[in-house]
């Protein structure tokens, strides 16, 4: 099915100063005094992070979600979106339309309850099912190609994942939240290695992981209130548990920026959090979004190519979009 974007869209009047006012916040010492009335604003790259758009609402019909969660962009950016209460895998391209993918049930070509999607260079498309703990690989127009998984504690095998990414050479990284592990397999599926992170204490229903371009791994260890990172062989480099003023609770997201900032999407605090390299709170985006309502269980978010980022507001069944600008781009009235 097709379908316009803008017959579904909502635009936020990019950016509104109310809207800033609202979900901007820069490292400060006490975030209690500045949860009921956020005044101060965070600069990047000359700009002002705000919400530019939202998009769709709940609903049976493309465009519209049920609970969305991952989110990917291909290399031709196209966004993908798990509209994982719908079953379905929605795919908005660059034009403006909007496609699903998929169905419920447990068949071919069908999912249940999709967590997570992600695209390689070849525009393939993988993905994880938390209600069928699998992945499906489909061909860029949604063709069925293949399973790979099933339920169970083997290697290979997925109890409820809820997130995957791939890594530089093409691999396939699964969150096996169920399993408490990291498990790798190529892109054929074919299982390779698994990690536990016993060194850090093991993982605890981890929801989300990330692989950079330097072979870093970030798993969201949910579970733990905690980030684990690694490097590329899966040895753990460290942990990170926020910071005093704004520990994290439940982040079920995380990944770095191209300053290499750390952005955490916590589902608890109904939040996403900026840290800087050194570990200091740079920004926090909710819960309150103004005219926009609030944040509702925050998960799967990822970055465009122009620095945009798009997040998946689950529980209010709707995807936003922020990005910074610079004050000579903003509308005033």
Sequence with gaps: MRRDR?????????????VEEEILLPSINDLSSQSTAPTARHHASGGRLALLETIGEAGQEIGRFSSPSGLCIDGAENLYVADTMRHRIQKITPRDEAYGYGGVG?????????????VDPRLFIYVLEMGNHRI?????????????????????????????????FNNLLVADTGNHLIQVLDARGRFMEQYAFERAGGLRSPRGVW??????????????GRLVHADGSGTVTGVFRGVEQCPLRAPVSACRDADHSIWVVDAEHHAILKFAVDGALLARV??????????CSPSGMVFAPNGDFYVADTGNHRLLRFGYRSARNRRTG
């Design 211 to 224: 692989a950079g371009p330097d072979g870093e791994i970030i798993v969201a260890d949910t579970g733990n």
């Design 6 to 18: 803008f017959d579904f869209l909502e635009i936020a009047e990019a950016p509104q100063a109310p």
């Design 106 to 118: 447990e068949g071919a070509g069908q999912f249940r309850m999709p967590s997570d999607v992600v």
């Design 286 to 295: 909710g819960p309150m979004l103004g005219p926009n309502g609030n944040l």
């Design 136 to 168: 499906t690989k489909l061909t860029q127009d949604g063709t069925y190609m293949c399973s790979i998984g099933g339920r169970g504690e083997g290697f290979g095998r997925f109890r409820s994942p809820e997130a995957v990414c791939m890594d530089r």
